[in-house]
């Protein structure tokens, strides 16, 4: 069965600070990675996604996340954050092959940003 | 370019009431699904639909049923709505083959 696991509930960072946000998942073969925001009462928007191919990959807002099969992890990066990413940022595994298409959250990491 | 619509947008409800919380995405997407977002829970799976026609359970269905009417629109029916209903109602979409989903602006649901 798939999982994602989020292990820190709540960051928070100055603004201008670097940030990283880490995401686990169990799967047994390469899955397909997202990584979503959802700022306060709206719905969620994808950031970035991984399928194949280059291990480090380029969102939007200026994210970053790199997948690393040796620690089965997909964290998200950037390098100096603003008031406005904050949010609430939620990681996601799919299955290839999948016709479905259904994806698997982690519960969340809550990004508070100091000015 | 709307992608995914869902109304109403905020809804109070009393014990025992019924609702319906309308979904229709205008992309083709064949697969839909419906989540609650509640704090410290993430996301989690209500009911699914893979195509028109077919439905399935997710891993929280009690409490809820699903209709998917056409390819657009996948509804979601509360039929006796109970205060542990009270969460915000995500619908989303995709076409398959995980490429990720579009989702819905949500549905904010408080039952007294």
């Known amino acids: 069965a798939q999982s994602v696991t989020q292990p820190d509930i709540h960051i928070t960072v100055s603004e201008g600070a670097s940030l990283e946000l880490r995401c686990n998942y169990s799967?047994?073969?390469?899955?397909?990675l997202f990584w979503y925001v959802q700022s306060p009462g709206q719905g969620l928007q994808l950031l970035l996604k991984y399928f194949s191919g280059d291990t480090l990959v380029q969102g939007i807002k200026g994210f970053e996340a790199e997948f690393k099969r040796s620690q089965s992890s997909f964290n998200l990066r950037k390098p100096s954050v603003h008031w406005s990413d904050a949010a609430e940022y939620f990681c996601?595994?799919?299955?290839?092959?999948?016709?479905?298409?259904?994806?698997?959250f982690g519960r969340g990491t809550q990004l508070t940003v100091w000015p | 370019n709307a992608g995914v619509t869902q109304t109403p947008k905020f809804q109070v409800l009393k014990t025992g009431q019924s609702m319906t919380l309308q979904c229709a995405q205008d992309m083709n997407h064949n697969s839909m699904y419906w989540y609650r977002q509640d704090p410290g829970m993430g996301l989690r799976l209500i009911y699914y639909?893979?195509?028109?026609?077919?439905?399935d359970k997710g891993e929280v269905p009690n409490g809820y049923n699903v209709s998917r009417l056409n390819k657009r629109e996948f509804s979601l029916r509360l039929e006796s709505a109970a205060p542990s209903q009270t969460s915000v109602y995500f619908c989303a979409s995709n076409e398959g083959g995980n490429y990720g989903y579009t989702f819905g602006s949500g549905t904010r649901l408080t039952v007294v």
């Open positions: 996601a595994v799919g299955a290839r092959g999948s016709t479905l298409g259904r994806l698997y």
């Open positions: 639909s893979a195509s028109e026609g077919t439905t």
């Open positions: 799967y047994g073969a390469t899955p397909y």
